[in-house]
Each structure stands twice: as structure tokens, then as C-alpha cells.
């Protein structure tokens, strides 16, 4: 009799039986088999990937996530119409800019300006209503935000113009020499060549000739700050000279008496000297001047008819 032994085999080799045993024969039919098992799994895991999950397996965490991005999806669209909106807001604000920037004598921002760096309009994207391209969403709401920000950033420099500009406009009309300096009767030719009362030559006569009596209040054309007060030395004889800034200064000539110093500050309207015949004079008149730059400029193309430096006088003091 044979003895059983395990992990054996039968072969035939020349015609003769012989018997070999096969070491860990178990084992590696053990692995087969579970190889093939895993293969098999592997297989049907990928198949359920692609053709979405129709073994149900992780079902509840799919839908979360499909009905998270149709919420997301949802919300941009909303935000995307907001933005919309929005543009038309900055729209308005750039027209309303743009009249400001005329009421203070600025120049309109450009067109070219207004859309710097952003490379199209706002309606110029096609925005995906419908889709369910959640990051087509994203690159059009990106694109919205650049350009929104990029013309509110324009606008926000454009009214810091304005306000500077407000600001130097202010001071400006103050300066400027507005209104007559001293109730008289003056030429309308006095201004320019003539012949002169005294010296009987012709010469060119820089200011204008307010005639008066001694005594008539003078007051500032504008505001602005004193240079020089009192005795000129000169044909001018006692004067005032007032620097109004932005290149403007006035002459008060043929005082008799002053009540400002040099270095004081004067407002439009306030009361700097009274009128007399001091200086190369025929009558009691004050001489005035308005300077630009240097360059003598025609009182009465200054004055305001319809003001009287009294009533302006009192208009600054109650504002």
C-alpha cells in the first residue's frame, strides 16, 4: 500500500507513473482566487464610477454634492444679475462725475481711461443662464468684480480732483479783485494811454481813476494779504498793496489814510483805508490797480455793478 501524502500530483512521463509533491500548493490557489476576486471588485467599482453610481453605493454623499453645486450655482447667477446691476449704478456715477468735473472746470475722464486694464465692457461676456457650468460662472463674476473695481477706483481719484479742485476755486473766487473798491464816478476810458492831467504828455495810465471826496471808505477788493502800507515814495503818494495770491494783486493810490499793515490778512469787503489826494494828484480820487501775473489788467472787467463792497461786506459777515 502507498502512504497519503499531501500537495501531490500525477504525472505520466514515459509511460510511467510518478508521483512529485508540489510545495504551497494551497496557498497559491488561496492567492489566485483572491486576485481574481479583487480584479473582478475593482472592475465593477470603475464601471459604477463612470456611469454614475448605479449601484447606489455612496448615493447620500453624491447628492449632497450635486445639490451643494446646484446651490452654488443658483447663488452665483444671483450675483452675477447683482453685478449687472451694479454697473449700471457705476455707469450713472461716471456721468454724474463727469458734470462735476464740468462745474469745476476739469476736463471729462476719457473713455479710454474709465476702461483701463479692463478689456471690454461688462456686457461684452456672455454670462451662462442655464448652464451648469459653475466655473464659467466664476470667471464671468471674476471678470465683473475687475471691472467694477477697476471704474470705481477711477472714480474715487476723479473726486479727489473735484474736491481739490473745489477747494482751489474756493480760494480762488475769493482772491479775485470782484468788486469795487470805493463808490465814485470813474471814465470808462481811464484805463490805458492818455494824456497825462499834469505832466500833459502822453502816457499809459495802468489803473483806473475813482473820483470822490476825501475821506470816502476803501475797501478790499478781494481776499488776500498786505505787502506794503503807507507812504509810497512815489507819485502814489500814501497806498496800500494787496496780494491777493493765484497771481493777483491790487494798488490802492492817493490815500489819505490807512487802516491795515503789511502782513495782515484782509477778506473781500473789508475796510483797508479812506480815499484823499496824496501823491502827483489834481483832486481828491483813488487810484487803482489789478495785477495779473504782473501784467495790469482793466479794473472794470472785474467789477460786479450790481455789488457794492458795503453789502458785500455784509453778506460776509453773516455767512
Not at 40 to 50: D, E, P, V
Not at 108 to 119: L, M, P, S, V
Request: glycine fraction near 12%.
Amino acid at each position: 500500500m502507498f502512504e497519503r501524502k499531501r500537495n501531490i500530483s500525477f504525472f505520466y512521463l514515459d509511460n510511467l507513473l510518478e508521483m512529485r509533491q508540489i510545495r504551497g500548493f494551497r496557498l497559491k490557489v488561496l492567492v489566485a482566487i483572491l486576485g481574481g476576486v479583487l480584479l473582478c471588485l475593482g472592475t465593477i467599482l470603475t464601471i459604477n464610477f463612470i456611469y454614475y453610481n448605479f449601484l447606489g453605493l455612496g448615493h447620500t454623499q453624491l447628492e449632497s454634492l450635486i445639490e451643494e453645486n446646484r446651490y452654488l450655482h443658483e447663488k452665483l447667477t444671483e450675483m452675477t444679475g447683482k453685478y449687472q446691476n451694479l454697473e449700471q449704478a457705476v455707469s450713472d456715477l461716471n456721468m454724474q462725475g463727469d458734470q462735476l468735473r464740468l462745474l469745476v472746470d476739469l476736463p471729462r475722464i476719457d473713455e479710454d481711461t474709465k476702461g483701463a486694464g479692463i478689456g471690454g465692457g461688462l456686457y461684452d461676456y456672455e454670462i451662462p443662464s442655464g448652464s451648469d457650468s459653475t466655473i464659467e460662472l466664476f470667471r464671468t463674476t471674476e471678470r465683473l468684480m475687475k471691472e467694477l473695481t477697476s471704474q470705481i477706483n477711477v472714480q474715487k481719484q476723479s473726486y479727489k480732483e473735484i474736491l481739490q479742485k473745489t477747494e482751489y476755486n474756493e480760494g480762488y473766487f475769493k482772491a479775485i479783485p470782484a468788486i469795487k473798491p470805493m463808490d465814485g464816478y470813474y471814465s470808462h476810458h481811464g484805463f490805458g494811454v492818455r494824456i497825462h492831467p499834469i505832466l500833459g504828455t502822453r502816457k499809459v495810465h495802468l489803473g483806473l481813476d475813482i473820483v470822490n471826496d476825501v475821506g470816502t471808505p476803501i475797501y478790499s477788493a478781494g481776499d488776500g494779504v498786505v505787502l506794503m502800507s503807507g507812504q509810497s515814495g512815489g507819485g502814489f503818494g500814501i497806498a496800500v498793496v494787496i496780494n491777493h495770491g493765484y497771481g493777483y494783486q491790487t494798488v490802492y493810490a492817493h490815500l489819505s489814510k490807512v487802516f491795515v499793515h503789511a502782513g495782515q490778512k484782509v477778506r473781500r469787503g473789508d475796510l483797508i483805508a479812506k480815499s484823499g489826494k496824496s501823491g502827483l494828484v489834481t483832486g481828491p480820487h483813488l487810484h487803482y490797480e489789478v495785477r495779473k501775473h504782473g501784467v495790469s489788467q482793466n479794473p472794470m472787467d472785474y467789477f460786479f455793478d450790481d455789488v457794492r463792497a458795503e453789502d458785500y461786506r455784509k453778506i460776509g459777515d453773516q455767512g
